[in-house]
T-cell receptor, first 114, second 114 residues
Framework: NAGVTQTPKFRVLKTGQSMTLLCAQD?????MYWYRQDPGMGLRLIHY???????AKGEVPDGYNVSRLKKQNFLLGLESAAPSQTSVYFC?????????????FGQGTRLTVV | AQSVSQHNHHVILSEAASLELGCNYS??????LFWYVQYPGQHLQLLLK??????LVKGIKGFEAEFIKSKFSFNLRKPSVQWSDTAEYFC????????????FGTGTKLQVIP
C-alpha cells in the first residue's frame, strides 16, 4: 500500500520554464490537496479538489494550475516558473466522513527555480 | 469557513521539560481534530486524532491531546520531552460529516535542547 506518491522528489527549473508535479493516491480518497511550505510560513494551500473533475483555489493559487482527471491523480502545473515558486511542495489526500477524514501526505517535492 | 490557530510559532525547551502546544479552531459543527508532526526534512505524519468519545486522546511517542469543546481547543501535551521531539507540529480540523476539506494551522516549531 503506497499511500500518497509524489513525483519528482527534486527538480531545478530555469525562470520561465514549465513543469508538472504528479500526485497519486491509492486510498480511494475524495479530497486531494497541494501545499507549499516555506521557512517560517507553515503550510499554505495552493489548490485542492473535492472529487474527480473538480478543483478549487486555496490561499496561494496564483501562478499554478491543477487538474484532477482521474480520482487517484492530482496534477500541479507551473506554466512559467518564477524564483518565488522555489519551495517544498506537498500533496495530501483525505476521505469523506467519520474516520476517513485523516489526511495522508506525500514525501514532498523540493523545487528550485533559478 | 473553518480555521485553526496555533499561537506558539516557536517553542524552545530543555530535555525533560513538559510541553503544551495550543490549538484553537473555529467551526460551529461537529469536528474531527488532528495533530501532525514533521521531523526535519520529512513529510507530515499523524501524531494523534480525535473523532468522538473520550476527549483525552493518546497518541504515539507519549503525546496526548485534550479536546475541550467549550473552548474550541485541542492542545497537545507531553509530560517530558526528548531531543528527538524536535520537529514542527501542526494542528488540523475538519467537520465530522466530511463535507469540508481538512484545514491546517500554521505550525509550531519545537526545539528541544539536550
Amino acid at each position: 500500500n503506497a499511500g500518497v506518491t509524489q513525483t519528482p522528489k527534486f527538480r531545478v527549473l530555469k525562470t520561465g520554464q514549465s513543469m508538472t508535479l504528479l500526485c497519486a493516491q491509492d486510498m480511494n480518497h475524495e479530497y486531494m490537496y497541494w501545499y507549499r511550505q516555506d521557512p517560517g510560513m507553515g503550510l499554505r494551500l495552493i489548490h485542492y479538489s473535492v472529487g474527480e473533475g473538480t478543483t478549487a483555489k486555496g490561499e496561494v493559487p496564483d501562478g499554478y494550475n491543477v487538474s484532477r482527471l482521474k480520482k487517484q491523480n492530482f496534477l500541479l502545473g507551473l506554466e512559467s516558473a518564477a524564483p518565488s515558486q522555489t519551495s517544498v511542495y506537498f500533496c495530501a489526500s483525505s476521505g469523506k466522513g467519520g474516520q476517513n477524514t485523516e489526511a495522508f501526505f506525500g514525501q514532498g517535492t523540493r523545487l528550485t527555480v533559478v | 469557513a473553518q480555521s485553526v490557530s496555533q499561537h506558539n510559532h516557536h517553542v524552545i525547551l530543555s530535555e525533560a521539560a513538559s510541553l503544551e502546544l495550543g490549538c484553537n479552531y473555529s467551526y460551529g459543527g461537529t469536528v474531527n481534530l488532528f495533530w501532525y508532526v514533521q521531523y526535519p526534512g520529512q513529510h507530515l505524519q499523524l501524531l494523534l486524532k480525535y473523532f468522538s468519545g473520550d476527549p483525552l486522546v493518546k497518541g504515539i511517542k507519549g503525546f496526548e491531546a485534550e479536546f475541550i469543546k467549550s473552548k474550541f481547543s485541542f492542545n497537545l501535551r507531553k509530560p517530558s520531552v526528548q531531543w528527538s521531539d524536535t520537529a514542527e507540529y501542526f494542528c488540523a480540523v475538519t467537520n465530522s460529516g466530511g463535507y469540508q476539506k481538512v484545514t491546517f494551522g500554521t505550525g509550531t516549531k519545537l526545539q528541544v535542547i539536550p
